[in-house]
C-alpha cells in the first residue's frame, strides 16, 4: 500500500485528519501538497513534513488552480487527491433555523470545494495515467443527523459526487471513493470555537455511549482508511462510500 513516489494533494491538510494522513502518507514516501486556510498550521506541515503547502479558501477558484499550477511545477504529476476540507458550524442548525449565508458558506466549503479541486486535478491525473480521488463525506450523508441540515446535506452531495466522478472517469484510469466517518476524536474546528471545554468533553462521553464499539475514533484509524482508498490495495474500488464509524449506523 506504499506511495513512494507518489504526489497527494491534501486539502484541510493542516490539522485533524488532513494532518493525519498527510503524516502516513509521508511514512509511506509520498510527495505531498497541503492547501488550508490555517497559515501557522501549514507552516509547522511543511517544516515537519516537507510539504509544499498553499494557503487559501479552497472553495474559492483560484485556489484550485493554483493548487493544482503548484503540483505541476513542484512535481510534474498528481496521483492522489484527498478532498477533506470542511466545515460544521454550530450555528447551521435545523433549515428553518439555518441563516442563508450560513447554508451557503457550508455548501461552499464542504462541497463546492470538492468540484473545483476534482475539476482542476483532473486533466492533470489523466495526463499522468490516472490516480485516485477520496473525499471526506460522513454517515450524516448517509443518515442525517438532527438539527445539522446543512452538513447532512453537504455530506449527502459529497457522496454523490464520489459516484459521479468514478462513473465518468473510469476511463481514465480514476478511481473515485469516499470515508463517511462517525464521532472522531475531537468536534471541527470550527465547532471547537463555539464550544466550551465542558460542552465537548459532554459531547465525547455522550459519543462513546452511543457508539457500539464503545469509544469515538481516532485521526489515525480513519487516516488509514483513507490511505487504503487511496493505494494500490483498493484498485478495484471505485465509487464507494466506506463507513469507519465503530457501527453507528447499526444503531
Given at each position: 500500500?506504499?506511495?513512494?513516489?507518489?504526489?497527494?494533494?491534501?486539502?484541510?491538510?493542516?490539522s485533524?485528519?488532513?494532518?493525519?494522513v498527510?503524516?502516513?502518507?509521508?511514512d509511506?514516501?509520498?510527495?505531498l501538497l497541503?492547501?488550508?486556510w490555517?497559515?501557522?498550521?501549514?507552516?509547522?506541515a511543511?517544516?515537519s513534513?516537507g510539504?509544499?503547502?498553499?494557503?487559501?479558501d479552497?472553495?474559492?477558484?483560484?485556489?484550485a488552480?493554483?493548487?493544482?499550477?503548484?503540483?505541476?511545477?513542484?512535481f510534474g504529476?498528481?496521483?492522489v487527491?484527498?478532498?477533506?476540507?470542511?466545515i460544521?458550524?454550530?450555528?447551521?442548525?435545523s433549515?428553518?433555523?439555518?441563516?442563508?449565508?450560513?447554508?451557503d458558506?457550508?455548501?461552499?466549503?464542504n462541497?463546492?470545494?470538492?468540484?473545483?479541486?476534482?475539476?482542476?486535478?483532473?486533466?492533470?491525473?489523466?495526463?499522468?495515467?490516472?490516480?485516485?480521488?477520496?473525499n471526506?463525506?460522513?454517515?450524516?450523508?448517509?443518515k442525517p443527523?438532527?438539527?445539522?441540515?446543512?452538513?447532512?446535506v453537504?455530506?449527502a452531495a459529497?457522496?454523490?459526487?464520489?459516484t459521479?466522478?468514478?462513473?465518468?472517469?473510469?476511463?481514465?484510469?480514476?478511481?473515485?471513493n469516499c470515508?463517511?466517518?462517525g464521532?472522531m476524536?475531537?468536534?471541527?474546528?470550527?465547532r471547537?470555537?463555539?464550544?466550551?471545554?465542558e460542552q465537548q468533553?459532554?459531547?465525547?462521553?455522550?459519543?462513546?455511549?452511543?457508539?457500539?464499539l464503545?469509544r469515538q475514533?481516532t485521526?489515525?484509524e480513519?487516516?488509514?482508511?483513507?490511505?487504503?482508498?487511496?493505494?494500490?490495495?483498493?484498485s478495484?474500488?471505485?465509487?464507494?462510500?466506506?463507513?469507519?464509524d465503530g457501527?453507528?449506523?447499526?444503531?
Amino acid at each position: 500500500m506504499g506511495f513512494e513516489g507518489k504526489v497527494a494533494l491534501i486539502t484541510g491538510g493542516a490539522s485533524g485528519l488532513g494532518l493525519a494522513v498527510a503524516r502516513q502518507m509521508a511514512d509511506q514516501g509520498a510527495r505531498l501538497l497541503l492547501v488550508d486556510w490555517n497559515e501557522l498550521g501549514l507552516q509547522a506541515a511543511r517544516t515537519s513534513l516537507g510539504a509544499a503547502v498553499l494557503h487559501g479558501d479552497v472553495s474559492e477558484e483560484s485556489v484550485a488552480t493554483g493548487a493544482i499550477d503548484l503540483a505541476r511545477s513542484e512535481f510534474g504529476r498528481l496521483d492522489v487527491l484527498f478532498n477533506n476540507a470542511g466545515i460544521d458550524p454550530l450555528k447551521a442548525r435545523s433549515v428553518v433555523d439555518t441563516e442563508i449565508d450560513d447554508w451557503d458558506r457550508v455548501i461552499d466549503v464542504n462541497v463546492r470545494s470538492a468540484f473545483l479541486m476534482s475539476r482542476a486535478a483532473i486533466p492533470l491525473m489523466r495526463a499522468g495515467g490516472g490516480g485516485a480521488i477520496v473525499n471526506t463525506a460522513s454517515i450524516a450523508g448517509l443518515k442525517p443527523a438532527g438539527d445539522e441540515a446543512a452538513y447532512s446535506v453537504s455530506k449527502a452531495a459529497m457522496v454523490s459526487l464520489t459516484t459521479s466522478l468514478a462513473v465518468d472517469f473510469a476511463k481514465d484510469g480514476i478511481r473515485a471513493n469516499c470515508v463517511c466517518p462517525g464521532f472522531m476524536e475531537m468536534v471541527m474546528t470550527d465547532r471547537r470555537r463555539d464550544l466550551t471545554d465542558e460542552q465537548q468533553r459532554a459531547r465525547a462521553e455522550g459519543a462513546a455511549a452511543r457508539v457500539p464499539l464503545g469509544r469515538q475514533g481516532t485521526y489515525e484509524e480513519v487516516a488509514k482508511a483513507v490511505l487504503f482508498l487511496a493505494g494500490g490495495d483498493a484498485s478495484y474500488i471505485t465509487g464507494a462510500a466506506l463507513v469507519v464509524d465503530g457501527g453507528l449506523l447499526l444503531r
